[in-house]
Nanobody, 121 residues
Framework: VQLQASGGGLVQPGGSLRLSCAAS????????MGWFRQEPGKEREFVSA????????HYADSVKGRFTISRDSARNTVYLQMNSLKPEDTAVYYC???????????????WGQGTLVTVSS
């Protein structure tokens, strides 16, 4: 498995979750990493991306100030810390890998299997 996402679950509004994406060493070392989310019947939406060295980070406006992306080279893992969660954050979250910084899902070469985040009281 090239990318393995985990950490989803059920959380109350205002709560927090941390998603993890474990990557193969080849992908982690050579690709930037991104997170996307998708609700049923909707298009996949960009959430955040981080370049290989962690010096360039992008966020969607809808999550800016609440979500934090980071990467851990010792574990070949990328994280998405999600705070102040809202019901509209409910979706399947996917991690993905691309060669260049981009928000377009079509430009990503590898995808994890998705992890469901449900924000509900």
């Amino acid at each position: 498995v090239q990318l393995q996402a985990s950490g989803g679950g059920l959380v109350q509004p205002g709560g927090s979750l941390r998603l993890s994406c474990a990557a193969s060493e080849r992908i982690y070392s050579n690709y930037l990493m991104g997170w996307f989310r998708q609700e049923p019947g909707k298009e996949r939406e960009f959430v955040s991306a981080i370049n290989k060295r962690g010096g360039i980070i992008h966020y969607a406006d809808s999550v800016k100030g609440r979500f934090t992306i980071s990467r851990d080279s010792a574990r070949n893992t990328v994280y998405l810390q999600m705070n102040s969660l809202k019901p509209e954050d409910t979706a399947v979250y996917y991690c993905a890998a691309a060669k260049g910084i981009t928000r377009h899902p079509g430009n990503y070469d590898y995808w994890g299997q998705g992890t469901l985040v449900t924000v509900s009281s």
